[in-house]
């Protein structure tokens, strides 16, 4: 983290953000796909209210887009993943995962299919526009690869459909859950989509002139303060509520897709082609030898999100590893995620974790932690 005397370099980006984000009170970055995100507007306890019964904004420029054109976009797209793209529309989003040749996740972003052979992957934190150029080198397929001038706003909370049709009118709410449309926000070119990094009802802005940055946050603070919008950041109190995955930390390119219980984002039984189709085949075949699995971890309430990987001990010897941990404030719970060896991952399990060389009990438990059927996020207005 960055104290106030920031301290910035040339060779990490800002985002088109930046001073607004500053003038709104973050007081701590990190870095992420290369550039620097906010990640301090305060007390995290409070962050996670503001979402769950308000609304809050975060900058995520961060999430870049890798940009897929040309004649054959729609081949090449369906070649980076192993999720089945026959029936993506236009106007449609889709996770999805990107896996190497040895079935290993490389990414889980969320593809936007714009045109029929038009295509954004929003990135988590990863190289993949060094990979998908790569790939193209070899592939034979007719394409171009970019990375566009496009960064997403998360207006993320209960209040953010109130705050939308101030800004956008009363047609927003026809907006379905992951599709997406093009607007304009006063001069300001947008693609508005109802997805988002929160488990929370809310919307992602895709701004696609980097110099209206600034503009386009001041307009929807100024929208939403009617409402009780706060300036935020990306909950990992609400994320890991609600399972979802932040990537080097629950998964990376030593986890497959089937070790993170998602087989149905796999598709083995149609013609599609895919990097690491074989792989993956033969991973379903044998059977993995690991989990990715909840916890409740018994100890005092944790004073923030775990920084590093807790070994997961049974009798004394590791099994596995704590990915992602935080105090629930509403569930009132330590909450974790982990991937321990298979034949420890049933619901009921004891465990033992290990925080700063003590050890303290824990259970394995359904995940995710609140609203399992994800009847938030994907409610109608």
């Known amino acids: 983290m960055i104290n106030k005397n920031f301290g910035f370099g040339t060779q990490i980006r800002k985002s088109p953000y930046f001073d607004s ?12 796909n290369h550039m620097y995100i906010p990640r301090d507007f305060g007390d995290p306890e409070q962050n996670f209210w503001n979402l769950i019964e308000t609304a809050i904004l975060c900058d995520v420029a961060v999430e870049r887009q890798v940009e897929i054109t040309g004649p054959d976009a729609f081949k090449f797209i369906q070649l980076l ?5 026959s029936k993506l529309s236009v106007g449609q989003c889709k996770y999805v995962l990107i896996t190497n040749a040895e079935g290993g996740v490389l990414n889980d972003p969320v593809l936007l299919r714009l045109g029929e052979n038009h295509f954004w992957l929003s990135l988590g934190d990863s190289d993949i526009l060094l990979w998908a150029q790569g790939v193209a080198i070899n592939s034979g397929l007719n394409v171009k690869i970019t990375e566009p001038d496009v960064s997403p706003l998360q207006l993320q909370g209960p209040k953010s459909a109130e705050i939308m049709i101030k800004l956008f009118g009363e047609s927003i709410k026809d907006l379905k859950y992951y599709w997406f449309r093009e607007l304009d926000l006063d001069g300001i070119p947008l693609i508005v989509s109802r997805t988002g990094w929160s488990s929370e009802f809310g919307y992602e802005l895709f701004l696609r002139d980097g110099s209206k940055g600034n503009d386009l946050y001041e307009k929807i603070m100024l929208a939403g303060k009617e409402f009780g919008l706060k300036p935020g950041h ?92 935080v105090y629930s404030p509403r569930l009132k719970k330590n909450i974790a995620l982990a991937i321990v060896e298979i034949e420890f991952s049933n619901i009921g399990m004891e465990l033992d974790v290990s925080i700063n060389k003590e050890n303290y009990k824990c259970n394995v438990v359904e995940k995710p932690f609140f609203d399992p059927k994800k009847k938030i996020t994907s409610k109608s207005l």
């Open 21 to 32: 984000t500053v003038k709104w009170g973050a007081t701590g970055f990190s870095v992420y």
């Open 81 to 85: 993943t192993p999720r089945d793209l």
């Open 234 to 325: 990306t909950s990992s109190i609400r994320r890991i509520e609600g399972g979802m995955l932040s990537y080097h930390a629950d998964a990376d390119i030593h986890t497959n897709p089937f070790e993170l219980g998602l087989d149905r984002l796999v598709n083995l039984d149609s013609d599609i082609n895919f990097i690491g189709k074989e792989a993956l085949k033969k991973i379903k075949d044998d059977g993995v030898k690991r989990l990715q699995v909840g916890l409740e971890i018994k100890c005092e309430n944790l004073s923030g999100p775990n920084t590093t990987f807790w070994p997961i001990l049974y009798n004394q010897k590791k099994i596995g590893k704590v990915t992602s941990a």
